[in-house]
């Protein structure tokens, strides 16, 4: 009895060791292509395929950074998807941080088909693998000329393919509460920020409350301050070939001019800050995105826009996944990408959220080019620097965010502060080569 | 009777203890040997994937492994490889800490608590002399005022200033050992005052307080929700500021200044850790003899010489045990200080934050900057830190010494 007993434990217990080993997805058919061997050219669509692809039910996951009411209105482009493709499911998820959600999703094969990302990232995930290059699925360069902005084709390009389709372009604007201010209150040239400083401090000294809200001053947000940085003609803070421009005197000159708004600004500026500041007329302005245009008007507020500085335009993409190929979805995937990129799909989507649409039939659209936020934010965008796609920029954040944070904190001088970025960024830069 | 010897009993006891075996080799032994090997590496995010053909890599890289390979990302970047020199990322976080200036810096600090070791050796003799030439406190007095001239004449703000600029590894650490020297006492003083306090028998609702004082270890569950609040009330536009204006007197921006953005992580990491303290010695004050108090009120003891003689020495066992337990998780603190403050304020590209811990440090490289080999490093080192600390710990606390009897 106990040998029996002794017996049927250790089977017991390698059984268990053996389910626990075991995979636990179904392995792949073996007719399926290998994940390395996409699937062969084809001929480049010039119009969004309107037929699906498949007939077989699919379920295509969706990794993005949309929320709020924003999301309201793209969630019901891909709703009508499944409608018109009743085989085809959609699952929308937003990862709290994406980059290390794909890092370790993508090799355990548990990632999305699709990842709306700004175009800065594309360099890094090509590098990485997570995403694969849409040359190969019959999206070619003439397609993308023949629908999408220029400013939006040339960010969704790195290394002589194209990675993304793009989905809206952004620029920051300054965006005012009419209760509080008006245009007068502001520098009608958009350079002029010796005026901008001036206008600032008589606001604050007549009202008691800060001209603007920026909250790329405190908060080392590179891509906010850049409105700043790059007017006074710091080019870019990286270039393509890696060369980077923030020990340079354009950049001392804007750091300075940090300093010496800063009394006349909240110490303290996020995006919930200064939104809540303009709402409950805090602050009269607001340097900020489209992204924000939904709560404000929520808010019940009347705004209006100043063009002011050279912003950063990013361009909002959608990147297809190396999981999508390995599912096989890589071809209903990139039609979602299509479809949602179309021009009725890219209007209905900038009039709910006044956006500025990469797809240039929605962009010329007369009543998208009617709505005030196109040209509030399009003039800015208009004068602004388009975001790089190579891995660089994505290594621009954190050493410009850490050096604008030491000069408004006080840690650092702005000569003793930008030089050390420049070191940082420079050695960042150097591990990548 | 089966027979209880050879390959039989081998087996017996391979079955026995084979799965914790299992276990143990898979999530705690191949961790530390991945991690090893990858602190050897130059991987980051610009090389972030294996070459399967080399060797080891083949072996320890998971996405090597056939299960996994079907998904693995391949791209267009450069594995990793091994690093040039191999030690590479070991040197450029300690590197510089074991140059002769750095050392003789820290020789210099150390120095400075000579006199306090000193003093304690002669306070035992003198204890033990029933006719004292000089009062014990008079020694440890002597010692510290000592240590503060020796700290002066020896320069070690300077030394300090040394030891921090030699990287970020000894920044970040110095900056959670403080952390943790300053928080612990004060959990301790907290949970100490209000446990005796709650001890007093005719205390007026004594059972409510009882209750409410242990809130804030009950909210340490959403202990991030809990941090926000705090952040919340230091914020320039915050309760305190508001408060403050109420007053007259102007606000501060609490969060973006160095010393108050200490404060606050201090305070709120007080206040979700008192509660510990103060259960802890509640229940053991319960277990003290009251004739031991009766007796020394005969005496004509004082509340303090009954403090410092009876209630500190009996209490001993139980608080030692939890301030260990408190150091390991308050070295590892990341939550609070990351919801409250995120490391900053930020002292400038290149540099840790003015609040950046050890774990908060090491998340900002890994999740943001993705720096995974000199991570891999880092980790190697921490590890080996806290292993030697929580064995001299565990002999002082003697946590585990019922385990062998």
Known sequence: ?433 | MAQWKGWRKVLTVLAFIGPTLIGILIFSIYPILFNTYISLTNRNKFHPNPDCSVGLTGILEPTCWAVFREHASAGIGEPYRLKEPLFGNYADLIGQFFTGPVLLALAKILACFVPLIIAGPINKRLDRQLDRAVQPRMVTLTAIVLGILLAFALNVKDAIALITGSGDFIVVNFSTILYVLICIPLFFVVGLGLALLLNVPDLPGRAFFRVILIVPWAASNVAIMIALVWKFFFQEQGTINQLLALIGLTGRSWLQEPATAWFVIVLANVWMSYPFFMVTILGALQSIPVELYEAAEVDGASWWQRLMSITLPLLRPAIIPIIVLSSITTFQMFGTVWAITGGGPSRGAGTPGATDLVMTYAYKQVFQTQAYARMGAFAIIIFIMLFAAILYSLRISRITKGAYE
């Open chain 1, 1 to 433: 009895m106990k040998k029996l007993l002794f017996l049927v434990s250790l089977v017991l217990i390698a059984s268990f060791m053996l389910t626990a080993c075991g995979p636990t997805t179904t392995p792949a058919p073996a007719t399926q292509p290998p994940a390395t061997q996409p699937p062969p050219p084809t001929e480049a669509p010039t119009v969004a395929p309107t037929v699906p692809p498949t007939a077989a039910p699919v379920t295509i996951t969706i990794w993005h950074m949309w929320s709020g009411d924003y999301l309201t209105a793209i969630e019901a482009v891909f709703q009508q998807y499944m409608v018109e493709h009743p085989e085809v499911t959609i699952e929308l998820s937003q990862p709290t941080d994406p980059t290390a959600a794909m890092a370790v999703a993508i090799p355990a094969g548990e990632g999305p088909d699709i990842i709306g990302w700004p175009n800065d990232q594309i360099g890094t995930n090509a590098l990485n693998g997570n995403i694969v290059a849409l040359d190969d699925y019959g999206v070619d360069l003439a397609f993308l000329q023949s629908t999408y902005e220029p400013a939006a084709v040339a960010g969704v390009q790195w290394n002589g393919k194209i990675w993304a389709l793009p989905e809206s372009q952004e620029a920051i604007a300054l965006v005012y509460n009419k209760a509080l201010a008006s245009a007068s209150d502001f520098p009608s040239n958009p350079k002029d920020f010796t005026d901008l400083l001036a206008k600032s401090k008589a606001y604050f000294e007549a009202h008691g409350i800060p001209l603007f809200c920026n909250q790329g001053f405190p908060g080392g947000d590179a891509y906010h301050a850049a409105a700043l940085y790059f007017s006074f003609g710091v080019p870019t803070y990286v270039d393509d070939q890696g060369t980077v421009y923030l020990n340079t005197p354009e950049a001392l000159a804007a750091s300075n001019w940090l300093l010496s708004v800063k009394p006349y600004l909240l110490k303290e500026m996020s995006h919930e800050i200064c939104k809540t500041a303009l709402i409950e007329g805090k602050v009269a302005a607001w340097w900020t995105g489209p992204w924000a245009i939904a709560d404000l008007e929520n808010a019940g507020i009347d705004y209006g826009f100043v063009t002011m500085g050279k912003p950063f335009v990013g361009i909002k993409t959608l990147m297809l996944t190396k999981n999508a190929v390995d599912r096989d979805h890589a071809a209903v995937a990139l039609d979602i990408i299509e479809y949602f990129t179309n021009t009725a799909n890219q209007k209905a989507e900038t009039l709910a959220n006044k956006t500025i649409p990469a797809n240039t039939a929605a962009f010329m659209d007369p009543e998208v080019q009617a709505l005030p936020t196109i040209a509030g934010f399009g003039a800015n965008a208009a004068l602004g620097i388009p975001m790089g796609s190579t891995p660089y920029a994505s290594a621009q954040w954190g050493p410009v965010g850490d050096a604008i944070s030491a000069i408004w904190n006080g840690s650092q001088t702005p000569e003793v502060a930008l030089a050390a970025a420049q070191t940082a960024f420079e050695a960042a830069i150097a591990g990548m080569k």
